[in-house]
């Protein structure tokens, strides 16, 4: 089968043939034929093995594409045929939803609904890698639902904290 990757704003075409039952196929990626093994440790976690080098991914399932974890980042792979044009937001118009950049757990909700917040307040901490990070409100407002608990699994994408931007008064 033949497909068009995305990898950030990267195109890579691939042509993979079938893997046989062990997990091992061809594919030529980006015009280089390689040999491939793919090996499932678990859900979510897969032992690559491609023209001589090995790697663990941990995969994680999106919309359009999966998100692959990889030496420490966090890479959103996307069939490039099937993506649909992202729209812009437009300058200074901020998000209504706070996820995670990466997969982790949560290790903190700092917010309930109907809490009013500000810009930059720290709403909840998960822990990645043995990292921990906050996310942090985009903008002032009012926390309309707080869809994290603590101990969740997240995902790249999953809404943890979705917020109500407070309107301006004028003077």
């Known amino acids: 089968m033949d497909y068009r990757l995305r990898i950030g704003d990267q195109l890579y075409p691939v042509e993979a043939g079938p893997r046989?039952?062990?997990?091992?196929?061809?594919m030529t990626v980006d015009g280089r034929p390689c040999s491939v093994k793919v090996e499932s440790v678990s859900s979510q976690h897969v032992r690559l093995s491609m023209c001589g080098k090995a790697a663990n991914l941990y995969v994680v399932p999106d919309g359009q594409g999966a998100w692959i974890w990889h030496d420490g980042r966090a890479r959103l792979v996307e069939d490039a045929d099937k993506i649909e044009p992202r729209k812009s937001r437009g300058p200074?118009?901020?998000a209504s939803e706070v996820t995670p950049p990466t997969p982790g757990s949560v290790v903190r909700v700092l917010v309930q609904q109907g809490q009013?917040?500000?810009?930059?307040q720290a709403?909840?901490?998960i822990s990645a890698m043995k990292m921990?990070?906050?996310l942090s409100a985009p903008y002032a407002g009012t926390v309309r639902a707080v869809n994290a608990q603590m101990g969740a699994q997240v995902a790249p994408?999953?809404?943890l904290v979705e917020i109500?931007?407070?309107?301006?008064?004028e003077e």
């Open 92 to 94: 200074g118009v901020a």
């Open 164 to 169: 109500d931007p407070r309107e301006e008064v």
């Open 157 to 159: 994408g999953q809404i």
């Open 116 to 120: 009013t917040v500000e810009k930059g």
């Open 123 to 125: 709403l909840v901490v």
């Open 132 to 134: 921990e990070m906050t």
């Open 20 to 26: 046989d039952a062990e997990g091992r196929g061809e």
